[in-house]
């Protein structure tokens, strides 16, 4: 998106969906209200009409069905989506539906996928909003590090025969929310050649928090934390020998998820090599900055968000609480394997803390890696500086009392 803007984008502190929305994006709906619904959309009829499209591909997984129903059910009975959310959303699902089946028949036709070994991985952890993607950009810079550009994670599948189309079929989506959500970069940066965080891996299998953010679906939330999460990740780690196996690099892999947080104890199941790069920030401006992408990325879906309700909503929710159990966590494992950064210092000197996040994980910043770090920031310097305006009081929060709630986090890590 925007790849070759001159001028900054502004992102307002958001008041209502209306707001955020541009005119006929609002007549579309006005007009959707009087027309009739689409009748109740099932798991089953959406992965038939996958099916249909993607012939010969096979049955999903009945795992993943039973995840696609249980976030049906909720986007029915909490989301409340507009007509036009209504509309996204069901292309949303059938594109992920499609992209499971395609998934599963490609590890069923080349079983030796799942013999791939994967780049000993380093997984970004921390709240979003705490500048995970510009560390991940960063990381990106080094030539042993592989990361997945946003169409790789996307669409993990390579077509078969005939031209891979994957990267201009992303920046058609995202050409697409550009036009649906004019200051949306503003707040989060996207390209379809990027490197961005995995979450489209789970989507795949219908099963991850970041949900959430997308709709309010608290009864898919409370069932997915009932559920085993080796299911989502033990799926999750095929596709990533499926992407390494299709595309080999790297003798590590950077991989960003803000929900990773929830599931150390998982990851290191699954990943016994795995590495952590922790990133920290004053917990009251990070909670704004969250509450403010939560409200303008539902506001592509529906028109009743309240942004009082929504801060209380995400103090109340899974977010502190597994903030504080992370950092314990990772308190827990042995030198080498947790480098911790702070957002300020990231900001004031970035290739000096990748250098000291570097030496914490027991490993050396090359000069070629450095170069091209500082090459990316001095790049980004030269880019319209983009706005995002935001306040927890816009949120029915007070900053002192997002930060007493986290204080032991604050003390912590000086914030």
């Known amino acids: 998106m925007g790849s070759e803007r001159q001028k900054p984008l502004r992102a307002e502190q958001f008041t209502t969906a209306r707001n955020a929305q541009p005119w006929w994006y609002r007549a579309t709906n006005r007009v959707g209200r009087v027309l009739p619904s689409f009748g109740t959309p099932s798991a089953e009829a959406w992965f038939e009409k996958a099916k249909r499209k993607n012939p010969g591909v096979g049955d999903p997984r009945p795992e993943t069905l039973a995840a696609l129903e249980a976030l049906l059910h909720s986007v029915r009975e909490d989301a409340q989506l507009s007509f036009s959310g209504r509309i996204a959303a069901q292309m949303d699902c059938l594109r992920m539906a499609g992209q499971h089946l395609l998934i599963e028949q490609a590890i069923r036709e080349t079983p030796e996928i799942l013999d791939t070994q994967i780049p000993s991985p380093i997984f970004l952890i921390g709240w979003m909003r705490t500048g995970t993607t510009f560390v991940h950009r960063l990381l990106a810079q080094d030539p042993d590090t592989r990361t997945m550009p946003y169409w790789e994670s996307m669409y993990p599948v390579p077509p078969k025969t005939g031209k891979d189309h994957r990267a201009e079929e992303l920046a058609h989506v995202l050409k697409q929310l550009?036009?649906?959500?004019?200051?949306?970069?503003?707040?989060?940066?996207?390209?379809?050649?990027?490197?961005?965080?995995?979450?489209?891996?789970?989507?795949?299998?219908?099963?991850?928090?970041?949900?959430?953010?997308?709709?309010?679906?608290?009864?898919?939330?409370?069932?997915?934390?009932?559920?085993?999460?080796?299911?989502?990740?033990?799926?999750?780690?095929?596709?990533?020998?499926?992407?390494?196996?299709?595309?080999?690099?790297?003798?590590?892999?950077?991989?960003?998820?803000?929900?990773?947080?929830?599931?150390?104890?998982?990851?290191?199941?699954?990943?016994?090599?795995?590495?952590?790069?922790?990133?920290?920030?004053?917990?009251?401006?990070?909670?704004?900055?969250?509450?403010?992408?939560?409200?303008?990325?539902?506001?592509?879906?529906?028109?009743?968000?309240?942004?009082?309700?929504?801060?209380?909503?995400?103090?109340?929710?899974?977010?502190?609480?597994?903030?504080?159990?992370?950092?314990?966590?990772?308190?827990?494992?042995?030198?080498?394997?947790?480098?911790?950064?702070?957002?300020?210092?990231?900001?004031?000197?970035?290739?000096?803390?990748?250098?000291?996040?570097?030496?914490?994980?027991?490993?050396?910043?090359?000069?070629?890696?450095?170069?091209?770090?500082?090459?990316?920031?001095?790049?980004?310097s030269l880019k319209p500086r983009d706005i995002h305006v935001h306040s927890p009081e816009g949120f029915g929060l007070r900053a002192e009392g997002v930060r007493d709630r986290l204080s032991g986090y604050c003390q912590r890590f000086d914030l």
């Open 178 to 380: 550009e036009a649906i959500s004019p200051t949306y970069e503003a707040i989060h940066p996207m390209g379809a050649h990027e490197p961005e965080e995995c979450v489209a891996l789970f989507t795949n299998v219908f099963r991850t928090l970041q949900y959430n953010v997308q709709y309010r679906v608290p009864s898919y939330v409370e069932w997915l934390q009932g559920q085993d999460p080796r299911v989502a990740y033990g799926q999750y780690r095929q596709q990533l020998q499926l992407v390494q196996f299709h595309r080999p690099h790297g003798i590590r892999f950077a991989l960003k998820d803000p929900t990773h947080s929830v599931f150390l104890d998982t990851i290191l199941e699954l990943f016994p090599d795995a590495r952590f790069v922790f990133t920290h920030r004053d917990p009251a401006t990070t909670m704004s900055s969250l509450c403010s992408l939560y409200a303008y990325t539902r506001a592509l879906f529906s028109d009743d968000i309240d942004p009082l309700a929504l801060g209380p909503e995400l103090m109340s929710s899974y977010l502190p609480g597994s903030l504080e159990r992370a950092v314990e966590f990772v308190d827990g494992l042995p030198a080498g394997r947790v480098a911790h950064i702070r957002h300020a210092d990231v900001r004031s000197d970035p290739v000096g803390a990748m250098a000291r996040a570097y030496r914490d994980l027991g490993m050396e910043l090359g000069e070629q890696a450095r170069t091209a770090m500082r090459d990316m920031v001095d790049g980004e």
